[in-house]
């Protein structure tokens, strides 16, 4: 059974950072485009990063120049790193593995930005 575990959510005061990591098992991670999501209570999920097997990377304007996507396919893992948090960016987060018709999500983790 594929699975997809988010990992690195938490509470940060504002202009703190955080990273967050996605490993996916049971799938050919090398092949898959992975990406990062986020909804808040209420709104619809919407993208952050994505990045493509060969490193290609994608970013909303709203986090572009913060946050930073990057994939190690040794580990079969995802990262994002956050910085320069904003009570904005507070959501769960949650992680994305796409190839052709295969699309699976992981149960995502709460990022928190207060003071």
């Known amino acids: 059974q594929v699975q997809v575990v988010e990992s690195g959510g938490g509470l940060v005061q504002p202009g703190g950072s955080l990273r967050l990591s996605c490993a996916a098992s049971r799938i050919v991670f090398s092949a898959y485009d992975m990406g990062w999501y986020r909804q808040v209570p209420g709104k619809q999920r919407e993208l952050v990063a994505t990045?493509?097997?060969?490193?290609?990377?994608n970013y909303a304007n709203s986090v572009k120049g913060r946050f930073t996507i990057s994939r190690d396919n040794t580990k079969n893992t995802v990262y994002l790193q956050m910085n320069t948090l904003k009570p904005d960016d507070t959501a769960v987060y949650y992680c994305?593995?796409?190839?052709?018709?295969?699309?699976?999500w992981g149960q995502g983790t709460q990022v928190t930005v207060s003071s």
């Open positions: 990045i493509t097997p060969g490193g290609a990377s």
């Open positions: 994305n593995a796409q190839f052709s018709v295969y699309d699976y």
